[in-house]
């Protein structure tokens, strides 16, 4: 059974730095793509990064490019964002995602507040 278990949320002034965590069971993590994602309030789920399982090879949403850093570690099973720069428009509950055959999992997410 695939588990997601994000940490490292919480409570942000504008222009700092968050690092969320992803701990993955259930599955062989080394042989998938990790994918982050975010919700705020009214929008759409919209994906915020990902990274490869073959060469590490990473994507970035236009938004962020440039402030956040997905990594992954494979001995450990979890995949990080690294967030730096964050803005109020940053703001959401932030998701990790694997997608095995087709199939979508998703942790609880964490909560990111950016706020003076």
């Known amino acids: 059974q695939v588990q997601l278990v994000e940490s490292g949320g919480g409570l942000v002034q504008p222009g700092g730095s968050l690092r969320l965590s992803c701990e993955a069971s259930?599955?062989?993590?080394?042989?998938?793509?990790m994918n982050w994602y975010r919700q705020a309030p009214g929008k759409e789920r919209e994906l915020v990064a990902r990274?490869?399982?073959?060469?590490?090879?990473?994507h970035y949403a236009h938004s962020v490019k440039g402030r956040f850093t997905i990594s992954r570690d494979n001995a450990k099973r979890t995949v990080y964002l690294q967030m730096n720069s964050l803005k109020p428009d940053d703001a959401a509950v932030y998701y990790c995602?694997?997608?095995?055959?087709?199939?979508?999992?998703w942790g609880p997410g964490t909560q990111v507040t950016v706020s003076a």
């Open positions: 990274i490869t399982s073959t060469d590490g090879s990473t």
């Open positions: 995602n694997v997608r095995i055959l087709g199939l979508d999992s």
């Open positions: 259930g599955f062989t993590f080394s042989r998938y793509a």
